[in-house]
DNA sequence: TTTGCATGCAAAG
DNA sequence: TTTGCCTGCAAAC
C-alpha cells in the first residue's frame, strides 16, 4: 500500500490535470453508484493530501475522500504528468552525478521530464507506466469503484478501504483527527505537536509511529527504517525517547517524505555512495536498512535483523544498533 | 499454475 | 478481535 508520499504525489496528478475541469464521476463496479451521482459533471476545485488520505473537492461544496488501504490504486490513463516513474520505466534511475547521491541522480532524470504526456500510470504501493493506450477512454479493467473522467484525463479507482463523499464540516472532521503531516502543516508547530504527544504516552514508539492519530502518513517501511536511522529500540515507551530523538524523528520522517515526493521511492537510504546506491536504486531487497530483511546481516554491525510482530504488522530491527 | 502475502484501514462481531 | 477490501507480486509448486 502507498505510505504517505504516494498519496501526496496522486493528489499531484489530481491539482495538475483534474482542478479546474467538469468531471464526469461514474461507478463501473456499482458500488459508489450513489456517491458518483453527487460529484458528476461538477468542476473540482481542490485536490489534497493529508497523510494516506486525499480529499478531492467538487464546486458544490462536496467532497470525494479515498483511503487506498493495503491494497487500494489509482490507474490515470490520458494526458497525465509522469516524472520520476520515466526514469524507473527505462532504466536511467541508476545514473550517477556529480554529487554522486540518490535523490541527485533522479533530480538529474527529472530536469529532462515531467511534461504532461499522453500515456497510462499506476499509481498504487509502487508507480508504473503501462503500455500507451488504444481508445480513450479506456474499457475499466477489474473491479473500477469510481471513474473520474474529464475531456482527455481518466483515473480509475480500485480496492480502496475507504471512498466517500463529505460535506466540509465531515471533512474537517477527519483531518482533525489526523496527527500533522510534514506537507501539510507549519514546521514548527507539527514538531511540538508530535513531540508532545510522543512524550506523554506510555506505548512503545513502534506503535505510535504508526498512530495515524499521532502523525501522518507513516507506513511499515517507514516507521522500521526511521526507528532503525535513529538508532532506536522500538519498545521503547514514548515517554522514555529523549526529547531531542523525538524532534529528530520527526526531521528525518519530514526529509524521508519529502524525498518519496519528489521520487516516488521509498528510498531510506540516501547518503550512499557508488555501487551501493546503483543496487538500492535497482533492486527493492537492496533499498533499506532493515525492512524486509529477516535473518540477513545488518548493513552496519553484521547481526542478523529481527522480525517480530507488534501490533499486528512485522517490525524489523537490529537488537544490537537499536539495543 | 497456484498460493500466500502485502507499504492499512473500517466495519462487523 | 476478526473480516472485508478483492489487487499485484513473488515464491512455491
Known sequence: M????????????????????????????????????????????????????????????????????????????????????????????????QRGTVVGAFEDSLSSIGAPRRTRLRMAEQEKLEAPLESFPPDPVGAVRVRLLTDVTCADLRGPTACDVLGPEEVQAVIDKLGPDPLVDSPKKAEERFT????????????????????????????????????????????DVPEELVRALWKDWSKLLKIGVRTGQMLTMDGLRGKA???????????????????????????????????????????????
Not at 540477513?296 to 539495543?323: F, H, N, S
Open 2 to 97: 502507498p505510505e504517505g508520499h504516494s498519496v501526496h504525489r496522486i493528489a499531484r496528478q489530481f491539482a495538475l490535470h483534474f482542478v479546474g475541469k467538469p468531471v464526469a464521476v461514474s461507478s463501473p463496479q456499482g458500488r459508489f453508484a450513489e456517491g458518483a451521482r453527487m460529484l458528476d459533471g461538477h468542476v473540482m476545485t481542490d485536490a489534497r493530501a493529508v497523510g494516506k488520505q486525499m480529499f478531492l473537492e467538487f464546486e458544490h461544496g462536496l467532497w470525494l475522500r479515498v483511503h487506498l488501504g493495503i491494497y487500494g490504486a489509482w490507474d490515470f490513463a490520458g494526458d497525465i504528468t509522469a516524472d520520476a516513474t520515466i526514469a524507473s520505466a527505462n532504466g536511467r534511475m541508476g545514473q550517477t552525478n
Open 277 to 323: 546506491y546503483e543496487a538500492a536504486l535497482a533492486s527493492r531487497a537492496d533499498r533499506h536498512w532493515v525492512y524486509h530483511r529477516t535473518g540477513l546481516p545488518c548493513r552496519v554491525c553484521g547481526t542478523p535483523i529481527l522480525m517480530e510482530e507488534i501490533g499486528g504488522r512485522k517490525l524489523y530491527w537490529c537488537p544490537v544498533c537499536q539495543a
Open 196 to 239: 508532545e504527544t510522543v512524550l506523554r504516552k506510555p506505548t512503545p514508539i513502534a506503535l505510535l509511529l504508526m498512530d495515524q492519530s499521532v502523525v501522518s502518513g507513516i507506513g511499515n517501511v517507514y516507521r522500521a527504517e526511521l526507528l532503525f536511522r535513529a538508532r532506536l529500540n522500538p519498545h521503547t515507551p514514548g515517554r
